[in-house]
């Protein structure tokens, strides 16, 4: 498990935080503070999901 989070973090983190960048300029948030606000949460959801994805490849 510990081998197979950070392999998916780079894939599934990234791109989740780029959905939540793109998220916040989409509603208007054009600038610093706001955008590494919804980056940060694309990356925190990419995080669990790597978590839980690592988790079931794993077990199966």
């Known amino acids: ?19 939540g960048m793109v998220t916040g300029l989409v509603l208007g948030h054009d600038t610093l503070e706001p955008i590494l606000a919804w980056s940060a ?3 925190a959801v990419g995080l669990v999901a ?8 794993i077990n199966s």
């Open 41 to 43: 949460g694309g990356a």
């Open 50 to 57: 790597s978590w839980i994805i690592a988790r079931k490849l």
């Open 1 to 19: 498990m510990t081998r197979m989070l950070p392999l998916m973090f780079i894939i599934v983190g990234v791109t989740c935080a780029g959905i």
